[in-house]
């Protein structure tokens, strides 16, 4: 179609993850955190959670061929500017997605969610080993937080700067360890050979579920728009941190959702 006269095409965003059915988390933050970014956001969704603010109940993975399927739909009419994934449960998702990205020119943030704040296992154990050889070499961000930077490398440092070369060496181009919940406020960035810490602004943390792929699709959304990886990480971690000082406390019995305004 035609762009309209006097305004810009619209900039894409795409995030291949799971769905919330609390909306707090998944698919549902991302797309709210592209909105926010003032990009359209599509999805591609590989699995289903039965969840809410307490936990998560089930988890529904998508076949494959389905997964290909709106893969195709939104890369043959809405080329997306950048990619994020999220949640991807299983070595069947990871091995489909990492088929259908192989080879595109797109800015890619992989998140590699693990394990919810609730406890919930996102990622199965033996899953680790295709996020880290199939998507990784993909990225060009991955944004773990400190906890899963922890266990992705079988480090138990805190030192953020030798985690992420860490995780350059097992094939990621750049990593940005978040903050993650409760702990010290600093994203640290990792790229193109050079280590930048990103001080973070600190609130009171009531509802941090879904902070981390508000922060991830964020990130996205800034690369779309063309950002250099630092500048986007810095505006992806204001984004991240409004989002939690809008936090919707008492929205549920559990750890309430993060808001992007
Ligand atoms: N559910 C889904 C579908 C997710 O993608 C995520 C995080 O990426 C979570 C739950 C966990 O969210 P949190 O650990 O922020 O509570």
Known sequence: ????????????????????SGGGAGIQADLK???????????????LTAQNTVGVNAVHECPPDFILAQLDAIFDDLPPAAIKTGMLFSE???????????????????????????????????????????????ATVITPNLMEAQALTGLG????????????????????VTGGHGQQHIDHLYADGQHLDIPVPRYPVAATHGAGCTHSAALAACLARG???????????????????HGLVGLGAGDGPVDVL
């Open 157 to 176: 440092s805190e030192d953020r700067a030798e985690i992420a070369e860490a995780l350059v060496a097992m094939g990621a181009r750049g990593v940005l």
């Open 1 to 20: 179609a035609p762009d309209s006269p006097g305004r810009p095409a619209p900039i894409r965003a795409l995030t291949i993850a799971s769905s919330d």
């Open 33 to 47: 955190a592209f909105a926010r970014c003032g990009v359209h956001g599509m999805s591609a969704i590989v699995a």
């Open 92 to 138: 069947q998702i990871i091995t489909t997605v990492a088929q259908a990205l192989a080879g595109r020119d797109v800015p890619l943030v992989v998140d590699p969610v693990m394990i919810a704040s609730s406890g919930a296992q996102l990622l199965r154990e033996d899953a680790v080993g295709a996020l880290v050889e199939l998507l990784f070499p993909l």
């Open 227 to 245: 950002l250099p990886v630092a500048q986007a990480a810095r505006q992806a971690a204001l984004v991240a941190a409004s989002a939690v000082k």
